[in-house]
């Protein structure tokens, strides 16, 4: 979890500096610690809450296209399920057929066997 804050401090930082790069905000060291005017904090500021507000919105279209596109994805599968249900019991009946076709085949073969027995008695 410490590494994850980490990271996001990181990424806010980075953005703060390509702000400050971006809007060309001049910069000025006191002793240890970087300096920007009050008044290029509010731009800085500003800038960064109007890419975030862009960001989630682009977010928010994005998972709205995701869902969609789950839900297609649902319905075909169902589409599917369904064709496949179908396909097996038509398996079903043909095999039942075939199997009917043999027996009925096998017992004119045993038929026709015993008769050709007989007629050579």
Known sequence: S???SVQFIIAIYERIRDEIKR???KVTKQGN???IADSDV???TSALKEKL???D???KEDNEEFLHMIDQLKAEN??????NKEKDEELIRI???KDEEIQRLRSMLMTSKNSMINSCN
């Open 2 to 4: 410490s590494s994850l």
């Open 23 to 25: 809007q060309k905000i």
């Open 33 to 35: 610690k970087f300096v």
């Open 42 to 44: 509010e731009k800085i």
């Open 53 to 55: 507000g862009k960001e």
């Open 57 to 59: 919105s682009k977010k």
């Open 78 to 83: 169902s589409k599917l399920k369904s064709e």
């Open 95 to 97: 095999n039942s057929k």
